[in-house]
């Protein structure tokens, strides 16, 4: 079975600081889909980012980057300069065959806290 | 273009009741799915949908049913509450039911069951 770590459960950080969030997951497909999420205190689940296991690129969206790692089976989440507005638990995901259909393998998250 | 809905946001019920709770999207997404996520335990896959008509259980199905009688409209009931059904519900919606499509998901239902 396929499966996500995430070994950081809580981390605090100063507004404005760099902060990295950890994602190693396991799975025997040669071709894999990895997602973050966001889920602010409001309790919503936000899609961050999709990314292929074929495209090794990194990816940067403004102040969030992501680095993919093959070889250590890694899916790193960076926020450079945080703000209070992160501030929420964030979910990296496996997308894995379900019978019929599909299912979201989930890491187990990583508390965000981000003071002012 | 609303995305995801779900109703209710939050719901008390009573050991033994049912209920529904509505889910849609307005994406003409051919694949729904419901989670419920619990601590500890992360989000477990209850049922799916590849399309309407067309359902079938996930990982954690015993205790609801589900439908899809259309495309944008997948509701899951709870037959008869369980204090074990106390949980946050997600559902959630993709393009397809392959594995590369992105899953949006809804607001929540928060339910707790007494």
């Known amino acids: 079975a396929q499966k996500v770590t995430q070994a950081q459960t809580e981390i605090s950080v100063v507004e404005k600081e760099d902060v990295t969030l950890d994602c190693v997951y396991e799975?025997?497909?040669?071709?894999?889909?990895l997602f973050w999420y966001k889920q602010p205190p409001s309790g919503e689940l936000v899609f961050l980012i999709r990314?292929?296991?074929?495209?090794?690129q990194n990816e940067i969206s403004g102040r969030y980057s992501w680095n993919f790692q093959k070889s250590t089976s890694s899916f790193n989440f960076t926020i450079t300069a945080s703000q209070v507005v992160d501030s929420a638990v964030y979910f990296c995901?496996?997308?894995?065959?379900?019978?019929?259909?599909?299912?979201?393998?989930f890491g187990a998250g990583t508390i965000l806290r981000v003071k002012s | 273009n609303a995305g995801v809905t779900q109703t209710p946001k939050f719901q008390v019920l009573k050991t033994g009741q049912s209920m529904t709770l509505q889910c849609a999207q307005d994406?003409?997404?051919?694949?729904m799915s419901w989670y419920r996520q619990d601590p500890g335990m992360g989000l477990r896959l209850i049922h799916y949908?590849?399309?309407?008509?067309?359902?079938d259980q996930g990982e954690v199905p015993n205790g609801y049913n589900v439908s899809r009688s259309t495309t944008e409209d997948f509701p899951l009931r709870l037959l008869s509450a369980a204090p074990s059904q106390t949980s946050v519900y997600f559902c959630?919606?993709?393009?397809?039911?392959?594995?590369?499509?992105?899953?949006?998901f809804g607001p929540g239902t928060r339910l707790t069951v007494l």
């Open positions: 949908s590849v399309g309407a008509g067309i359902t």
């Open positions: 959630a919606s993709s393009r397809t039911s392959g594995t590369t499509d992105t899953q949006y």
């Open positions: 799975t025997r497909d040669t071709t894999y889909y």
């Open positions: 994406m003409n997404h051919e694949y």
């Open positions: 995901a496996l997308s894995e065959a379900y019978e019929y259909g599909n299912k979201l393998v």
């Open positions: 990314r292929n296991s074929f495209d090794e």
